[in-house]
């Protein structure tokens, strides 16, 4: 799959709840596009900027936040990314791996937090602009699997989401529960990879979906 250098750029995200490994298979994927020869930029949320770097920490930090102020900071981070990387790499034509996107916002604090889900989708598009992504791949694991497998990584890779003292094993059913909806209603958006096999397994599975889905959206027009 030689991309080089496109007329239009591709925004994939790659969603899902704790402990679903999508951080080390957006290494692995972007890791495989540019052996392939396509120009791939990874970003990843929230982080990307300096702003989105500072939102990070007070976000992740072992500190109590309300589902709404999660929200906010979350989008406040993301309008930066998107305006000061996504955007412009886009317009270059690359393409853009993202780890966690606007669909998170909806997951964790509309499903899983209780928030209004339409209301924060409009917040969601008022930070972005109305950026979509192409196309959002779904790595879904049972709660239980998942967050074994982060308790049973470097503590300091965890964060207050997988803190039951802040998130209880209620929260992350209800976050997956809320992935697998949305999923289902935009499958023209959506993939969904079981992630509870193997790592290499899922990779395998993954690059084979992405390159499937690049080589036939090579006929779809230019973004506006």
């Known amino acids: 799959m030689q991309q080089g250098r496109r007329e239009r750029g591709r925004f994939i995200t790659l969603e899902g709840p704790d402990g ?19 120009t791939v930029r990874q970003v990843r949320e929230p982080g990307g900027t300096p702003l989105g770097e500072a939102v990070r920490e007070l976000l992740m930090a072992a500190a109590p936040h309300d589902a709404r102020s999660d929200a906010l900071l979350f989008n406040a981070a993301r309008a930066t990314l998107v305006a000061e990387v996504i955007r412009p790499a886009l317009e270059r034509g690359e393409i853009v791996v993202c780890d966690r996107y606007a ?54 890779g965890r964060t207050r989401f997988e803190d ?9 059913e209800r976050v997956r529960a809320g992935y697998r909806r949305m999923a289902a209603a ?39």
């Open 164 to 172: 039951p003292a802040y998130h209880d094993a209620a929260f992350h």
């Open 103 to 156: 669909d998170s916002t909806l997951a964790y604090q509309g499903h899983g937090g209780g928030l209004d889900v339409a209301e924060l989708d409009r917040i969601n598009a008022w930070s972005t602009g109305g950026l979509v992504p192409d196309l959002t791949i779904l790595f879904d694991v049972p709660v239980e699997q998942g967050l074994a497998r982060r308790a049973g990584g470097p503590r300091t």
């Open 186 to 224: 935009d499958p023209a958006r959506w993939r969904v990879i079981d992630a509870s096999r193997s790592p290499d397994r899922v990779a395998a599975e993954l690059l084979a979906l992405v390159t499937a889905w690049l080589e036939k959206d090579e006929a779809v027009p230019a973004r506006a």
């Open 20 to 38: 679903a490994g999508k951080s080390s298979q957006a290494d692995r994927l972007v890791s495989a596009l540019r052996d392939a020869g396509s």
